[in-house]
């Protein structure tokens, strides 16, 4: 069974610069979040999908950042404009609805110069 | 609101060492417990998972039993090996929400 997909695994932008970031879950699965994980820190839920409809985005700051899962598959996740602080590692993850097993992707590592 | 604490690291061990990676929750009712291990280069991977009180889970010779009464979820394993080498992560997800809080990670190197 293939597992959570990223890319890039790799993004290097200087600040006010725009990124995406793409995440497709494992088939069949309805739940999809994605979370940023700041050097030394745990990851941080930026926002929950289930399906195409949004779940829980109160961690998003919406100013700069936000997410689609239009036909409730593939995620983009993207920053516009990015700020020094966003220098992180985006992650995405899924499940299967209702369950509580997450299934992580590698993870997009982002520095913002 | 709800909240994780782990041990600080990094924490180094020779093999065949017995490890223990402390760590405590903030919650409201009654949370499901998790131990996620990430590998260098590697995404988060589910290690074990306990759902209750007195509820032990167990994988690959790591245990965490859930501990209502102090509010913990120790990681152990009685003899690490250098492949344990990655970085640990306690959590926790409320009853209903599906979210997952994590804790700041621990360092764990095992040296030969």
């Known amino acids: 069974e293939a597992g959570v997909a990223q890319s890039p695994r790799y993004k290097i932008i200087e600040k006010r610069q725009s990124v995406a970031f793409w995440c497709n879950p494992i088939?069949?699965?309805?739940?999809l979040y994605w979370y940023q994980q700041i050097l030394g820190q745990g990851p941080k839920l930026l926002i929950q999908?289930?399906?195409?409809?949004?779940?829980?985005d109160s961690q998003l700051p919406k100013d700069r950042f936000s997410a689609e899962r239009l036909k409730g598959v593939d995620s983009t996740l993207k920053i516009q404009p990015a700020k020094l602080e966003d220098s992180a590692v985006y992650l995405c993850?899924?499940?299967?609805?209702?369950?509580?097993?997450?299934?992580f992707g590698p993870g997009t590592r982002l520095l913002v110069l | 609101g709800d909240s994780v604490t782990q041990m600080e690291g990094p924490v180094t061990l020779s093999e065949e060492a017995f490890l223990t990676i402390n760590c405590t929750y903030t919650?409201?009712?009654?949370?499901?417990l998790f131990w996620y291990v990430q590998y260098p280069g590697e995404g988060l991977q589910l290690l074990l998972k306990?759902?209750?009180?007195?509820d032990k889970g167990s994988n690959k010779g790591f245990e965490a039993t859930y501990r209502k009464e102090t509010t913990s979820f120790h990681l152990e394993k009685g003899s690490v090996q250098v492949s344990d080498s990655a970085v640990y992560f306690c959590?926790?997800?409320?009853?209903?929400?599906?979210?997952?809080?994590f804790g700041s990670g621990t360092q764990l190197t095992v040296l030969p």
């Open positions: 919650a409201t009712g009654y949370p499901s």
């Open positions: 999908f289930q399906n195409n409809g949004v779940v829980d």
């Open positions: 088939s069949g699965h309805a739940t």
């Open positions: 993850a899924s499940s299967l609805s209702g369950e509580e097993t997450q299934y």
């Open positions: 959590a926790l997800m409320p009853g209903s929400a599906r979210q997952l809080t």
């Open positions: 306990a759902t209750k009180a007195d």
